[in-house]
């Protein structure tokens, strides 16, 4: 392995809150989430503990109102967070994307006295939560989900089966579109439901291709009973709410993203720095040269648009295209990033011995999560030449 050791980002931070913020997160995964990344994903471990860490830290509210134990942070913020989480072990950087997508429709769309009785514990209290959108039929296509909620009474009963659920099994609360009207988009209402609720039950974690320490699994609602006061925002609102949280989402998976690549440049231009071929750094030769620059390039341009989204969310301007744009751009750049980092690497690239093997391999996924990147496609196209004709 090669001893040179990575120079941090330099980071544009709006305040110093925000720079004494990231100073502590880089303390955090130098002494709790980098020693032992490696070893703990090829052994499918979930660092549970480490969540209830960053919980303790102030770490999994960041972008919320602190009146409800948020960090008050913007997103601009919160997202250099969450590349600096991504970049040491991408199962907790995700973790607390995932997390704070299931924080949103409460914290956006909730009561006054839901979020006076749920948000607290869900912000800072040590609780980790799951978004439930999802189904085994219906992933690209989430308006035509089936599982149910019926009223009755002063409460809901849902049933159905939800997919690809990370923390499925794990999580202490579901946010749960489910259907409570008719077919389309305006049938559907969103549910905040315990993870320990009667009827709730969790199928064996799917076997990954990566991102192995993070669980995710069916989550099966058999007849499970929620109050009415678990009800967020309006019935048939869900679709909506869901789709305001996906923007906000997909930033997160953005500089999830940038993480990875980060990681994988990093570890590549270590390399290349270290390794002699013909009695010279191999980062000598023109080929590798070139194909470091196009990496460094890349990355670089990738945190520059996910940054350039987050400022127009914290402005409170329009930005789902700018989301879509930057979750394109930034996981087809993490893909391509940890490929060329495997390829300078040669045939240590390969092997477990290194890194950028694992990077390569959870960089897959995240082209799929939080909307494929074909649909982003779409979005895109949607706002710049309008909706498709039929």
Not at 18 to 41: F, G, H, S
Not at 309 to 327: E, I, N, V, W
Not at 347 to 353: E, L, N, Q
Request: aromatic share 6%.
């Amino acid at each position: 392995m090669p001893d040179r050791a990575p120079q941090p980002v330099d980071r544009i931070l709006p305040t110093e809150e925000a720079r004494d913020l990231i100073t502590l997160v880089r303390e955090i995964v130098q002494r709790e989430i980098a020693p032992r990344a490696a070893e703990e994903e090829d052994a499918g471990h979930f660092p549970r503990e480490l969540f209830s860490l960053l919980s303790e830290s102030g770490l999994l509210g960041l972008p919320y109102d602190s009146e409800y134990g948020g960090g008050d942070q913007p997103y601009e913020v919160y997202l250099q967070v969450l590349e600096e989480l991504a970049a040491a072990r991408l199962t907790v950087g995700l973790g607390v994307s995932v997390h704070s997508l299931a924080c949103h429709a409460l914290a956006n769309y909730g009561t006054k006295e839901q979020q006076g009785e749920h948000l607290a514990a869900m912000l800072g209290g040590g609780l980790l939560g799951a978004y439930c959108l999802s189904e085994p039929s219906s992933g690209s296509d989430a308006a035509s989900l089936r599982t149910k909620a019926v009223r009755d009474g002063d409460d809901w009963v849902i049933t159905g089966t939800k997919a690809w659920i990370t923390h499925g099994g794990v999580a202490d609360f579901c946010t749960v579109l489910a259907r409570s009207g008719g077919e389309g988009a305006r049938g559907i209402t969103a549910f905040l439901v315990p993870g320990d609720a009667e009827g709730l039950s969790a199928a064996a974690p799917e076997k990954k291709m990566g991102m192995k320490g993070s669980p995710t699994a069916q989550l099966h609602f058999d007849g499970v009973r929620v109050p009415d006061s678990r009800r967020i925002g309006d019935e048939g609102q869900g679709f909506a709410i869901a789709l305001s949280a996906l923007d906000s989402g997909r930033l997160g998976i953005a500089a999830c993203a940038i993480g990875v690549a980060q990681a994988a440049l990093d570890e590549a231009l270590a390399y290349a720095t270290d390794r002699k071929q013909f009695g010279r750094p191999i980062a000598d030769f023109q080929g590798l040269r070139f194909m470091l620059a196009d990496m460094a390039t890349k990355v670089e341009a990738g945190r520059a648009l996910y940054l350039a989204a987050a400022r127009l969310r914290d402005a409170g301007r329009p930005f789902s295209r700018q989301a879509a744009m930057a979750k394109l751009f930034c996981t087809d750049t993490a893909m391509q990033v940890t490929t060329d980092a495997v390829q300078v690497l040669g045939g240590y690239g390969y092997t477990a011995d290194f890194p950028v093997e694992r990077l390569m391999r959870e960089a897959k996924v995240l082209q799929i999560v939080e909307g494929t990147n074909q649909i982003q496609r779409m979005v895109i196209a949607r706002h710049l030449a309008g909706p498709e004709s039929h």
